[in-house]
Structure formats: structure tokens, C-alpha cells
């Protein structure tokens, strides 16, 4: 579910406070204060980042107000202006380690990583976003609600839902060299999914460095709860309906996913893999369709062939 770092955010991350709606889950203790020593699976997403031998135009410093600035906007509710409008020296390495800088200021205040995410790998995504490569982010536990469980819209600042296919991993999966085989050998099973995607970008005008130093756009997952094993479905050809308020809204094949969701899968594990973190827990492996608005009162559905459906609900 979508969290609210602190609004001390804004002065800076040395200090973290309570967490306001990031730092302690809203369900109880289920985020309570972890250990960083303790959270391997966290530790190991964080671990990835390994600068290259290049000249950096965007120092540290830059990098550190930008993140700040970024945790800012989920408590405040207020969208910041585009990055790459500002600092045009923006990289995309730059971005990815902005991103790590939140994940840290977010584990510093008892998060846990329960897995990654996979976004713009459709040719709808990316046409839709204006971006022309997948990116990647990180999944922590506050993100996920229960199916059919209400979920306040106000918590979001421009949200929007989109249908996947999540996989649940059996066991670790790490990269580089990682094959189909080896991630069908991975996968316990797939779930319906809705992702919840959002922005801290105004009018989610973003650029791929825009949606990659925030965190890939996420916002929420509702996972379904029909698992199906993928040697009784075939996912490229698994076609999806996506319903709001019960109107038809889009339509796709988990072929749109990068050819399958599993190249997918295999694209995240390697692209971390080399980087040496270990892919665990829950994957999104990206849309079939392109994604549609939320607001209060909006129910969306997404029915799978041979996967069931998911329901997400959203009040004020």
C-alpha cells in the first residue's frame, strides 16, 4: 500500500522521525522497527548499487535533496515538478540511486522488502508514459492490501491501477546467466494481480529517470488469491480484462509483457543479478493493458483466463 515518510523528510534523512503513515504500518506491527543486519532481503536490494567509472554531474548532495524532496511529496500529497525539467545532467544511475536512498530511509524506519516490481514493459506502458525502456523498483511490505480490502484514494497522490500477472517465487532466483528454465524452476506459483501505480511527479509528466528515482511509480499491489501453477497456464496467451465501476476499460494478453511475463522475470533476475542482489518474494513482472485513473468509490476488476480475478476498492 502507498506509505507517508515523515514530513522531516524535507530537512533532510539523517534524522529519521516516525514514520506518519511510513514509519509504522497502519495494520499494527506488521512493519515494526527491524534491524537492518536482520533483513537480509532488504539488505541485498539495497546492495545492487555499484557506482561506474564515469564523471558524476549530480553529486551526492543533489542526489540526497532530490530524495528528500521526493519523500516530501508522499506526505505532503503535493506532486513536485518533473526532475529531468530541472537537472538535465540527470542519469538514469543517478536516479536509481535516488531511489535506493528512499528504500534505506524507508527500512531505517521499519520497512521490509518483499520484492521488486518490473514497470513500462509493454508497448502500451511505454507509449502511455512516454518512455521507451522497462525499468524497476522495489515492493515493500506496507505497499500490499488485501483483496476487496478498502483502500483510502487519499493515500495516493495520482493514482492509477494497472493488471499483472505476480509471480510468487518458491526459491531464491539470482542472476546473471538466469534462463526461462531456471525462473520456471523458481516460481511456486501466479497470482491475479492489480498494481497500483503512482506519482510524485505532477501530472505524471515523467521521463525514465522521473519514474525510475521514484521508485518505478509504485504505489500499491492487491494480489489475488487464486494461485495457479504455471504448468496449467500458458501466459502469453493469458488475456485479461480490465473493469472500473463494472464499464470495460482495457483489454491485453500477458504477451504484451515483454513477449511473456517470464522474459520478464528472467530480465529482473539478471539485471540484479548482476548487481548481486538475490530476487525474492513477490515479482511484478509489468501491465498487460495500459493503466486507467482511480479515485473514491472506484471499484476496478481484472479476470485472467485460467487465472481468476482481483477486485481493488477505494473510498475516500
Known amino acids: 500500500m502507498a506509505h507517508e515518510p515523515p514530513s522531516r523528510a524535507r530537512r533532510g534523512l539523517r534524522s529519521p522521525a516516525g514514520r506518519g503513515g511510513a514509519g509504522r504500518s497502519r495494520r499494527g506491527g506488521r ?18 548499487w555499484r557506482p561506474a567509472q564515469y564523471v558524476r554531474r549530480v553529486d551526492q548532495r543533489t542526489r540526497e535533496e532530490i530524495a528528500a524532496e521526493l519523500l516530501a511529496a508522499y506526505a505532503s500529497r503535493v506532486p513536485v515538478e518533473p526532475l529531468i525539467s530541472r537537472y538535465h ?9 535516488i531511489q535506493l536512498i528512499q528504500v534505506q530511509h524507508w527500512r531505517n524506519n521499519g520497512a521490509n522488502v518483499k520484492g521488486h516490481k518490473v514497470g513500462l514493459t509493454s508497448a502500451a506502458m511505454q507509449k502511455q508514459m512516454g518512455v521507451n525502456s522497462p525499468d524497476f523498483g522495489h515492493l515493500l511490505d506496507r505497499m500490499f492490501w488485501l483483496e476487496h480490502e478498502p483502500i483510502p484514494a487519499e493515500r495516493f497522490l495520482q493514482p492509477r491501477a494497472e493488471p499483472e500477472t505476480a509471480f510468487v517465487l518458491k526459491h531464491p532466483l539470482k542472476g546473471p546467466g538466469v534462463t526461462v528454465a531456471d525462473a520456471i524452476q523458481a516460481v511456486d506459483c501466479v497470482l491475479p494481480a492489480l498494481e497500483l501505480i503512482d506519482s510524485r511527479i505532477r501530472d505524471w509528466k515523467i521521463g525514465l529517470a522521473d519514474t525510475i528515482a521514484d521508485n518505478a511509480s509504485s504505489g500499491g499491489v492487491v494480489l489475488g488469491s487464486k494461485p495457479t501453477p504455471l504448468s496449467q497456464t500458458d501466459l502469453r496467451l493469458a488475456g485479461c480484462n480490465l473493469y472500473r465501476n463494472g464499464t470495460l476499460s482495457g483489454t491485453g494478453a500477458g504477451g504484451a509483457v515483454l513477449g511473456s511475463p517470464l522474459s520478464s522475470l528472467v530480465w529482473l533476475a539478471n539485471t540484479l543479478g548482476a548487481r548481486g542482489v538475490t530476487l525474492e518474494g513477490v515479482v511484478l513482472p509489468g501491465s498487460i493493458t495500459a493503466s486507467i485513473p482511480v479515485q473514491a468509490g472506484d471499484t476496478v476488476t481484472a479476470t485472467f483466463a485460467g487465472l481468476g480475478s482481483v477486485t481493488a476498492r477505494f473510498v475516500p
Open 89 to 97: 545532467d540527470l542519469t538514469l544511475e543517478d536516479a536509481y540511486q
Open 31 to 48: 512493519g515494526g522497527a527491524v534491524a537492518a543486519g536482520r533483513n537480509s532481503q532488504s539488505d541485498q536490494a539495497l546492495a545492487w
